[in-house]
């Protein structure tokens, strides 16, 4: 009964919340709303378990502070996210949310540094065409076919917006040449300053944010991407482009914006390789395994991932109707999240997941 009555307490809230909020801090505070008075099993109940799980969080994520200030800080955030997470797991009990790398920053310090997603789509941008989607399989992973490099690690730098041009322009690369190159962020990072041509303040920014359309346009018009290994990645702004082009691994063709429909995005992703998506990501701050699929989340995109698959197994306590669910490549490192990967459930445009998805494709070049 009382499950019964709580998801009703959800479902009568989220009937009530008919605009995106207008921030992530703005959505905390309704999930705080909707789930607090409720007892929570993952708030630990003394301090003396509290340093105990910070210790244990120091030690796996290698932190060090460089006062005693700063631990005392530091261990107050922890603490703080740490019931962040029941919120989350309470709203979202398909995964799993608890103590990850981000355990010790505050909210605004996680969006800063390792998110980075900032613009929108030009009205003008190319469309997908609709693609057939009666023999989709039911199952599909990029990964198994070898189109997909292993996890990166944007670091401390909101740079995600390249992450998601690379790891999309890689597989292209793939489905053209049958090779699979690791391709440069941080050519991205130090060369690309292409701007929304519907806000000229808005541009490539490096570490201070970007978006994966314009990044697109930007490897057009230099004719391509180097390898990683010839410009490799620092996770800070360099202050001169380096940027060789007769080392260009991996040219773009063209890249078009696939329309807000699952099926349509499923049948893009099959076709034409992995797929270029921006997403919330209110509640991957706190995310540790399993398929996301919360109760609230805001649609105000602002992080750039890589979408390589889709699946329907793992969703749920099998008392519950297992669904669908999108399988993310992130660029938070293999110690984040499922080794790097999120889930997260399809149906309903869940995080805004569906609403800026970007097809490439790519052409061999000799120098690659």
């Known amino acids: ?78 603490k703080a996210n740490m019931r962040r997470a029941a919120r989350h797991q309470r709203l979202d009990p398909s995964a799993t949310h608890g103590v990850t790398q981000f355990s010790d920053l505050t909210q605004s310090e996680f969006r800063r540094t390792h998110l980075g997603l900032k613009g929108k789509l030009p009205k003008d ?41 690379t790891g999309a322009l890689e597989g292209a690369h793939f489905l053209a040449t049958g090779n699979l190159v690791s391709l440069s962020e941080q050519q991205l990072v130090d060369c690309d300053h292409e701007c929304d041509p519907e806000d000229p303040g808005t541009c490539d920014s490096g570490c201070d944010g970007g978006m994966m359309n ?78 996301s699929c919360p109760y609230i989340c805001s649609k105000q995109l602002n992080h750039a991932v890589l979408l390589v698959g889709y699946g329907s197994a793992g969703y749920a306590p099998i008392r519950l109707k297992k669904k669908p669910h999108w399988i993310i490549k992130n660029s938070w490192g293999e110690n984040w999240g499922e080794n790097g990967y999120y889930k997260i459930c399809r149906g309903r445009n869940i995080c805004g997941v569906d609403s800026m998805v970007s097809t490439v494709a790519a052409f061999h070049t000799t120098s690659g």
């Open 125 to 165: 941008s190319n469309t997908a065409p609709i693609l057939p989607t009666e023999d989709l399989p039911e199952d599909f992973d990029w990964r198994e076919k070898g189109a997909v490099t292993p996890p990166k690690n944007q670091g401390a730098c909101g740079s995600c917006w390249s992450f998601s041009t």
């Open 1 to 78: 009964m009382d499950r019964i009555l709580s998801l009703l307490i959800i479902l009568s809230v989220l009937s009530l919340w008919v605009t995106v909020v207008s921030s992530d801090g703005g959505e905390d505070a309704l999930i705080r709303q909707v789930v607090d008075g409720h007892d929570d099993a993952m708030i630990i109940s003394n301090d003396q378990e509290h340093h105990h799980k910070f210790a244990l969080f120091k030690k796996r994520f290698k932190k060090v502070y460089a006062t005693e200030e700063e631990h005392d800080y530091r261990f107050h955030v922890f």
């Open 214 to 291: 314009s990044a697109f346009e930007y490897a057009i018009k230099a004719g391509g991407l180097m390898r990683e290994e010839d410009y490799p990645y620092t996770a800070t702004d360099g202050k001169t482009c380096k940027f060789d082009k007769s080392k260009i691994a991996a040219s773009v063709s063209n890249y078009s914006v696939v329309s807000l429909d699952e099926d349509q995005i499923a049948a893009n992703l099959v076709k034409n390789g992995p797929l270029a998506v921006a997403i919330n990501a209110q509640f991957m701050q706190t995310y540790v395994k399993g398929v």
